[in-house]
């Protein structure tokens, strides 16, 4: 390919993605400094407690099976002294208080429904610590625009993206309940240094539902830990939220054990910016983004030239995901372990990227993937429930806790794991079977799309990730379940090896130009021009459920339902789908691509 093509395929790519992603506004974040440490659990008699329970607390109590977990719920009632939680935090004396909750509902309407100041209430015109705009990541301006124009008439303002300072003083502007450690915001640290570090949350009946905090879309999120060192959340179940139902931000030393994340309009569980993090045996489902995001996860292996790892910042293990777009995702998902979960029936089982600008640690690099179940990722959300238009009900309206999901970003409906653009990723060991349309991707992503346009860095993504001892199409019992193809990869990036993995009667299946050298021997060499390749999913992501010229993009595949694969090559789908002639489409496409930036800019105005 001459550079004058490639030039126009690299364009072409560039332009298609440069539309702003469909994310909520964030301040910009910084890593922790890493000195923190994973907090243990303090035990059912902690002398610093506080105990909170329900109205209904009491027949629920009485209502659980005989045994531990009905022996501390009774004793701890008598105790209770708090009938909301967010009280309980406030009242917080001591680092390292336990707040045990009691079985129950909890809507925590004090602060749902709580009149701002006239300071909150104002925060674009009055904020002694305000944003601008180009240092926020996101790009929605407000959780409600309708609220949001009939508040402004008023004098309101409602921004999302707040700093750190004033998301401590209007708390729950945006939160249902918060948990702030740093009480120092005006000075350079971001160390958890107040009264609130190692706040243990722990309910107390004998599974995470049975104490449910039920954030009704009333807030952004339904809890956030921000600068929270030593935080520790434990067999609680949150939903009902726009955003997240649990929001862990800037936090050096967390675990997230046993809890529930499900019904949310976008993600179930996100940390971002955070170190020394643990997230086990939960269960994420019904969330239109992912059940797990662990973003810009704590760069600590952004100079390591080697694959292996020298340390994780986030450990994830023993969860469920399902029932969500996809299981587990996230935008610089750096130095990130996730192991011995299950994601399946999602639209897309696992994904990791370097797409989006403004999230600390791109370009992505050294998350581990390994000993999952991922499979059965085939649930197409885009037709079931954008298609037919439910996911443009209003947000209460579209029955979020019984099965709606309304994906909030486009994937390849049917993929088990997807890397756009990272580097030294390990995929090792894990059985990955039954998604109809690719059991792996891998896609290169332009450094331009994260806004950085330094010319050395265009090809510093896909380079470097191994795909190894994996049981491809085949199911943890032995039985065959094939996936439509094994490995899908657009040729781009160096040191990416696929080897030693495991198939099916039909032996691999693959659309390799050039199958890469074995992991010792250095792996892939640097193809000029292959990510053609990619030209042939350009369209999909224009993808916004909102707007109803764009919500199923004119020829994008991905959300079309991927046929089920048979156990014989013929009867899998036609790779030639993806290698369309981009040269011959680059002038239309790259028209697209403009007019749909110009047109979402306008809008935007």
Sequence with gaps: MSRRALALVV?????????????????????????????????????????????????????????????????????CRFHSIQDAVTSIRHRRTSIYVLP?????????????????????????????????????????????KEAAASGETNPIALSYADQRTCAHNLNLI??????????????????????????????????????????????????????????????????NSIYV?????????????????????????????????????????????????????????D????????????????????????????????????????ATGIATDSLFPGHPGLPQDHARWSHNDIHSNNSNWYARFVDTGVCAEPMEDRDYLHGTVCPVVPTPV???????????????????????????MQFWVPAVLRDDYDPSHLYDTSNDNHTFENQMGIDPHGAERPNGMDHWWDDQGTGNCWEDNHYGSAGQTDNFTVDPASCADGGSVFLPGAAVKDAGFLSCSQYDRNDPTWNH?????????????????????????????????????????????????????
């Design 414 to 440: 049917g993929t088990g794991v997807l890397i756009a653009g990272g580097n030294f990723d390990s995929t090792d060991h894990n059985w990955i079977y039954d998604n109809w349309r690719y059991g792996t």
């Design 11 to 79: 364009l072409m790519l560039s332009v298609a993605w440069a539309a702003p992603a469909a994310a909520h506004e964030e301040r910009p974040a910084q890593f922790p400094d890493g000195t923190g440490h994973r907090p243990h659990f303090l035990g059912w008699d902690n002398t610093r407690q506080r105990v909170v329970c329900h109205g209904d607390s009491a027949a629920a109590v009485a209502a659980l099976p005989a045994g531990a977990a009905k022996q501390r719920s009774e004793r701890l009632l008598r105790a």
């Design 553 to 605: 993009p004119a020829g994008c595949t991905w959300f079309d339902d991927p046929a089920r694969p048979g156990a014989r090559p013929a009867d899998r789908p036609d790779s030639s789908a993806v290698l369309v002639a981009p040269l011959a489409l680059t002038g239309a496409a790259l028209a697209l691509g403009i007019g749909v930036v110009r047109r979402r800019w306008t809008r935007a105005a």
């Design 307 to 346: 694959f292996k790892a020298t340390r994780y910042a986030i450990e994830i293990r023993g969860n469920s995901s399902h029932h969500n777009t996809l299981g587990y995702s996230g935008t610089a998902g750096n130095s990130i372990w996730a192991h011995d979960n299950q994601f399946f029936d999602n």
């Design 178 to 243: 918060a948990l702030f450690g740093d009480r120092t915001p005006n000075d350079d640290s971001i160390r958890c240094n107040s009264r609130f570090c190692g706040t243990q949350l722990i309910g107390t009946g004998a599974k995470p539902t049975d104490v449910i905090v039920d954030n009704r879309f009333t807030k952004l999120n339904a809890i956030r830990a921000d600068r929270m060192g030593g935080f520790y959340l434990s067999n609680m179940t949150f939903q009902q939220s726009e955003f």
């Design 104 to 148: 129950g509902v909890y809507h925590e309407s004090k602060y749902a429904d709580a009149k701002r100041s006239y300071y909150c209430s104002h925060l674009k015109t009055e904020s002694t610590s305000p944003l601008l705009s180009s240092e926020y990541i996101g790009s929605i301006s407000s959780p409600d625009p309708g609220a949001e």
């Design 249 to 305: 931000m800037e936090t050096d030393g967390f675990v997230l054990d046993r809890v529930v994340a499900r019904g949310n309009d976008e993600y179930g569980v996100l940390a971002f910016a955070s170190d020394h993090g643990l997230i086990q045996d939960s269960e994420a489902y019904y969330n239109g983004d992912s059940g797990f995001y662990p973003g810009s996860g704590s760069d600590l292996n952004a100079d390591n030239p």
